[in-house]
């Protein structure tokens, strides 16, 4: 039977992928993460729009089980296609294909670092699409497939590769929760990697940056899918006292990893929230994903604000540490982290 790839595409149908979540629970799916020749263990869609539809439609592109032919991906790339799109209900399935895509990719020593790099990017965002949207958030398939992508992650680091740039390049700027705290995971094992934490350390503290805003979910669902001003959360946001009590009722998790969801919003001042800390009293790695966390906001924009440089956004966190807004030891060395990339 043939399938729309068999067939002439134009790109003036092709619509291109939308900021977020889809209309209708399709997500979107690099091409990249497709290899041609595999059987596709899920429904893979393509989102066209003729011309004079309000709506797009996702048409099936590669049926579940049915091989992903070579010709179909060479049509893609040449029209410069680079989305397709999975059912939300297949999540699992699509994790699975990507965990076996790194067990191959990860140890090929013929691969570019850069294609191992994305190929983890892809793959936990998606992990952290799916901690940030299950309905049930469990510590056993889920947690234990985040750890192995973090250490993953700090394996490439540890190995040479200059992650901080590759993030730079590859971050996607979905302004979605989840996006955020994966750049902020990954940034952030970059940063402690260049502190010299070692690799237990490290894991934990990738774990808490890719959670700690998950009390944003319970609290506000529809933050998901909107914009958030630069300044949008009042002192009185209460998202950092639910995380902390989501992630606490996760069994294993070290009590840092807690404090990070918890007081990722203090300041050392004592103006931010939920506590109004000094800087004595928040504990040390929250102290790092405060600067890690505004830093990437700044530099990632959203709607009512231009994306940063990192020259535009240390200058601007410059301003605030007149405050002692940040830990003075950890933001001197983060300008330098920054300056070495």
């Avoid at 790194?102 to 570019?112: C, G, I, M, S, Y």
């Avoid at 973090?150 to 490439?156: K, N, Q, R, V």
């Avoid at 010299?196 to 506000?220: E, S, T, Y």
């Avoid at 020259?311 to 983060?334: H, P, R, T, W």
Wanted: aromatic share 10%; proline share 5%.
């Amino acid at each position: 039977m043939k399938q729309i790839l068999d067939h002439d595409l134009k790109t003036s149908k092709i619509a291109a992928p939308a900021i977020g979540e889809e209309r209708g629970g399709y997500i979107p799916l690099p091409l990249r993460n497709l290899t041609a020749g595999d059987e596709i263990p899920f429904d893979v869609y393509l989102k066209v729009k003729n011309k004079g539809e309000q709506d797009p439609r996702f048409i099936m592109a590669c049926p579940q089980n049915e091989v992903f032919k070579q010709e179909w991906y060479k049509k893609l790339k040449s029209l410069e296609i680079q989305w397709l799109y999975y059912s939300q209900e297949n999540e699992a399935k699509v994790l699975d294909y990507l965990d076996r895509s790194l067990e191959k990719v990860l140890p090929d020593e013929t691969r570019q670092p850069e294609e191992k790099v994305t190929l983890l990017y892809d793959t936990t965002l998606i992990c952290v699409r799916n901690f940030f949207t299950s309905e049930q958030i469990s510590a056993g398939p889920q947690m234990f497939r985040a750890l192995r992508l973090i250490d993953s992650m700090f394996d490439l680091m540890k190995g040479g590769v200059d992650f901080h740039r590759s993030i730079l390049d590859i971050r996607r700027h979905d302004h979605v929760l989840y996006n955020h705290s994966l750049n902020v995971c990954f940034m952030g094992l970059a940063f402690v990697s260049f502190l010299g934490w070692d690799a237990q350390k490290a894991q934990n503290f990738g774990l808490g940056a890719m959670l700690h805003d998950i009390g944003l979910i319970q609290l506000k669902p529809e933050l998901l899918g909107k914009d958030v001003p630069r300044n949008g959360y009042k002192p009185t946001d209460s998202h950092p006292a639910v995380g902390y009590k989501i992630v606490s009722n996760m069994p294993g998790l070290r009590r840092e990893v807690r404090y990070m969801a918890l007081q990722h919003h203090e300041n050392g001042d004592g103006s931010g929230y939920p506590a109004g800390l000094k800087i004595n009293a928040i504990d040390p790695w929250a102290r790092v994903l405060r600067i890690l966390d505004h830093y990437e906001v700044l530099t990632s924009g959203n709607a009512h604000n231009r994306p940063l440089s990192s020259k535009e956004a240390l200058m601007e966190m410059a301003g605030l540490q007149e405050k002692k807004v940040f830990d003075m030891n950890y933001f001197m060395n983060f300008i330098k982290f920054i300056g070495k990339t």
